[in-house]
């Protein structure tokens, strides 16, 4: 009983198809082989064979850190660092309340 083969259609860019089948003539390759070879990683690791990742935007980072920060200077500045969740949940409740009551 021979192997029954299925075709598998992948869209790519044009410019990232050349590249790769030029890095894979290279190598003695073309992208039918090298397809078959992550696929086949895939199933032996049953993970992809490299880590995907998004990439940290350092900036965003940074900015939250900052207003971290500030939150921080502000709420000593005030008295009010050490005060608990209870205690900070007690006065947003006072405030609604007396927003309430003003409308």
Do not use: C, W
């Amino acid at each position: 009983m021979g192997t029954k083969y299925q075709n598998l259609h992948v869209r790519m860019d044009s410019e990232v198809k050349q590249r790769f089948t030029n890095i894979l003539d290279q190598m003695g390759l073309n992208p039918s082989i090298a397809i078959n070879m992550f696929a086949r990683l895939v199933i032996q690791e049953k993970a992809l064979p490299f880590t995907a990742t998004l990439k940290v935007d350092n900036q965003i980072i940074e900015e939250a850190r900052q207003a971290t920060e500030e939150i921080g200077k502000d709420a000593l500045e005030r008295g009010i660092a050490d005060m608990s969740m209870d205690e900070i949940d007690a006065i947003i409740e006072l405030s609604r309340k007396e927003k309430n009551t003003r409308k």
